[in-house]
T-cell receptor
């Protein structure tokens, strides 16, 4: 079984400040972890993923995420938020063992960046 | 650019009138998914194909059907749309057996009147 928790429905941050969007996961095998962003009336866009290797992964638009195995977390971060980062963010997990190709999505976190 | 295309982007149908949504991909991925998404919630998986093998989620209503005539195309048929079927429908692809992420289309916004 696999699950994802995004504990915050909404995150508010001022432009120029660092942002963090939280994600914790549960999976029986090796986690494949993903972050996606969704703008209004659009599909989900891939931001970054952790498969193996370095715990800090860098992705599109200046985003990065840190994989923490002991805390089973994969928080999304950006050093300096932009108003254009305002969107809905989804964390997803797949079990890397056994060839699972069905991800489980978190409920989403709405990021609002204030000018 | 390789991509996932969904048509139409916006679809209005009447209560009970069948509707078909289409998805095509130029990525040559072997897995295609259909998701339903309501009001900023997480996408809900309806069904997926691994190559030609069709996999229905247990709680997908019988009202929803799908066809995948070839690798590139996939269709979602809603036989008798109800007001509760109004949602964004997302098509996605990936390459099974790899660590690929999913590639999503722009979605079709379905309105039922």
């Amino acid at each position: 079984a696999q699950s994802v928790a995004q504990p915050e429905d909404q995150v508010n941050v001022a432009e120029g400040n660092p942002l963090t969007v939280k994600c914790t996961y549960s999976v029986s095998g090796n986690p494949y972890l993903f972050w996606y962003v969704q703008y209004p009336n659009r599909g989900l866009q891939f931001l970054l993923k952790y498969i193996t290797g370095d715990n800090l992964v860098k992705g599109s638009y200046g985003f990065e995420a840190e994989f923490n195995k002991s805390q089973t977390s994969f928080h999304l971060k950006k050093p300096s938020a932009l108003v254009s980062d305002s969107a809905l963010y989804f964390c997803a997990v797949r079990d890397g063992e056994g060839g699972s190709y069905i991800p489980t999505f978190g409920r989403g976190t709405s990021l609002i960046v204030h000018p | 650019d390789a991509m996932v295309i969904q048509n139409p982007r916006y679809q209005v149908t009447q209560f009970g009138k069948p509707v078909t949504l289409s998805c095509s991909q130029t990525l040559n991925h072997n897995v295609m998914y259909w998701y339903q998404q309501k009001s900023s919630q997480a996408p809900k998986l309806l069904f997926h194909y691994y190559d030609k093998d069709f996999n229905n989620e247990a709680d997908t209503p019988d009202n929803f059907q799908s066809r995948r005539p070839n690798t590139s195309f996939c269709f979602l048929d809603i036989r008798s749309p109800g007001l509760g079927d109004a949602a964004m429908y997302l098509c996605a692809t990936t390459q099974g057996g790899t660590h690929y992420e999913q590639y999503f289309g722009p979605g079709t916004r379905l309105t039922v009147t």
